[in-house]
């Protein structure tokens, strides 16, 4: 199957902590972003980083790519409450349509 | 600036009728992309729609057609539905049809099929 796998499936953290997802693909990509999804409504598009790319960072969030694992994972660092939601990875390989994995569902506790 | 619409937000259909989804594209963006997304999974990308032409199309049935309007907007049909479509269908628009674009999503529309 083309479609990307998160891991781990689910993930529950203390406030502060450090949240790390990891995501896995077979095919070769031209990219890969994530996105976050609360509560079963819209995606919010966090960051997409190019096949050519190592690592990217933006605000509490850093991705980092491995096209020799096929792997990437994203780090959210202090974590918040409000960082409570599903995370997806998704990448585009030879075509334009974006594959996802199966999201990993992320719980912040106060 | 409005990002993407869809409407309906929720909507339940009875198996065999006909639904209409409706999207409206980010202001600028002129492609759209339908995503299907089961409970619990990822979504899946049903097809992408540029110039009012069909450009790609996942591995959905006929029974799933779509449209895209002059001003960018566009629709996903599906006809003849099944329990198995009740689903989250989600918009997302981008700008062009290159790689590394960025999409956004809507809301989504929430179908339910009793």
């Known amino acids: 199957s083309q479609q990307g796998e998160e891991d781990p499936q689910a993930l529950s953290i203390q406030e502060g902590e450090n949240a790390t997802m990891n995501c896995s693909y077979k095919t070769s990509i031209n990219n890969l972003q994530w996105y976050r999804q609360n509560s079963g409504r819209g995606l919010v598009h966090l960051i997409l980083i190019r096949s050519n790319e190592r690592e990217k960072h933006s605000g509490r969030l850093r991705v980092t790519l491995d096209t020799s694992k096929k792997s990437s994972s994203l780090l959210i660092t202090a974590s918040r409450a409000a960082d409570t939601a599903s995370y997806f990875c998704?990448?585009?390989?030879?075509?334009?349509?974006?594959?996802f994995g199966k999201g990993t569902k992320l719980t912040v506790n106060p | 600036d409005a990002g993407v619409t869809q409407s309906p937000t929720h909507l339940i259909k009875t198996r065999g009728q006909q639904v209409t989804l409706r999207c409206s594209p980010k202001?600028?963006?002129?492609?759209v992309s339908w995503y299907q997304q089961a409970l619990g999974q990822g979504p899946q990308f049903i097809f992408q729609?540029?110039?009012?032409?069909e450009r790609q199309r996942g591995n959905f049935p006929d029974r799933f057609s779509g449209h895209q309007f002059p001003n960018y907007s566009s629709e996903l049909n599906v006809n003849a539905l099944l329990l198995g479509d009740s689903a989250l269908y989600l918009c997302?628009?981008?700008w062009g049809t290159g790689r590394d674009t960025e999409a956004f999503f809507g809301q989504g529309t929430r179908l339910t099929v009793v």
């Open positions: 202001s600028g963006h002129d492609t």
């Open positions: 997302a628009s981008s």
């Open positions: 729609y540029y110039e009012e032409e």
């Open positions: 998704a990448f585009q390989g030879g075509s334009e349509k974006l594959v």
